[in-house]
């Protein structure tokens, strides 16, 4: 069975694989600076820090006395780290001592900025402009719905409660990681669009932020001058108001495709139309590893393999769809039970049983999440033996020869098979032979040139 895994990168490894000249490029806004000075290890920020007002290469070795002798491991992961950003310059000299030293755009607009500070390229709407904002509770269930409706469109368009036209750019996302379409036939979703599913909430943004930030070269936009505008939106305030006037034209149809996410709230005045951050967009600069805005869990697991979800979310029905038969459903509650049936339906979809566990783990229910551990054992060891069982057998196309003319052209052939790693069994016995498929025409002239 094949296995797929997604990897949810944050926005400072996507700024650490951009090209030198756009790195420098973001490294002129002093927020994107603060952004990333936010998102280093911490050992990483004190060196950055200690690094501001030297003008000049400090050696290596000096920056080595620094730490202690056991946090020499934790100097090397901040040296890495700042290398990668292109933070440090690094430098080995004809004696081969290496020198490190701050680049100068990063260096001048952090300084500018911790002395001066900044001023946001936008401010809040006045509140006599902007007479009815959400509240921030409401803000936050709008952001949930949104996004929950945004997945729904994922598992299947039909089951989303609401019609919600999203955007061209968005759609392209799924069909070009998540889901598959073939000819007159309705989308489906991938392998990784299954695991896409079962991943936490945070983990989903980043990937769907990574595949548009990947793919905006093919829409007209910069992916440095996009990268720049999702970290200035972090250091908005959730819940206020900002006029959509001061964004640039690109900047506008950016901010539509935020708003199929729940990133923002766009919202019409009589003369002035505005956008709302909410608490997706300003978290936007924490790693994930950082980021504490968890939901509440609903799931309970009992060693019976009874599951029971305190929800009434469709999406949540669906998802435990993936892996679970679904008894029946209350206005707050989902019976389900996990089966060796719905787990391999899981398994050929290419969802890993680890995965299961854990999204079980991360979605506990308060009453069972202080438990050790969370879901029963016999549980998680059946679950994997069933995937184990999954693995047993595994299916290589191959061929077939018996009928050999003589046992010396059958040894040859043997020979042969085995010194190109094609030979899967033989039967010297009865002179048949098994070779892997892609062997076969190079095993037919083989046998041709015996022949002759």
Known sequence: MPQVKIIAKNFMDMVASLPAMKLDKLYDNAFICEAILRSLPPLAKKYVLQLLYIDVPVSAKSMEEWVLADGFSKHKVAIDR???????????????????????????NLRKHIVHGGVLPREPMPANVTVRLPRLEDLEAYAAEQWECFLLHLISSSQAERTTNFSSSMMKIFQRGLLSQRDKEAPKLTESGFQFLLMDTNAQLWYIIREYISNSEERGLDSADLISFLLELSFHVTGQAYNINTLTDIQKSVIKDLADLGLVK?????????????????????????????????????????????????????ILRLFARVEYQLPNLIVSGITKESLYTAFENGIMAEQIISFLQQNAHPRVAERIPTVPENVTDQMRLWESDMNRVEMTPAHL?????????????CDFAREYGGCLWEDPKKMRLVVKAEMHMHMREFLRSQRQ
């Open 266 to 318: 766009l919202q019409q005045g009589r003369k002035e139309s505005w956008f709302i951050p909410t608490k997706l967009a300003t978290n936007l600069s924490i790693s994930l590893s950082d980021s504490s805005s968890r939901k509440q869990g609903f799931i309970v697991v009992e060693t019976n393999f009874r599951m029971y979800a305190y929800s009434s979310s469709k999406l949540h029905c669906e």
């Open 401 to 413: 020869y018996d009928e050999f003319p003589s046992r010396e052209v059958f040894e040859a052939a």
């Open 82 to 108: 700042l290398i990668q950003l292109r933070i440090l310059t690094e430098t080995v000299d004809r004696k081969k001592e290496t020198t490190y030293r701050l680049n100068q755009t990063f260096q001048i």
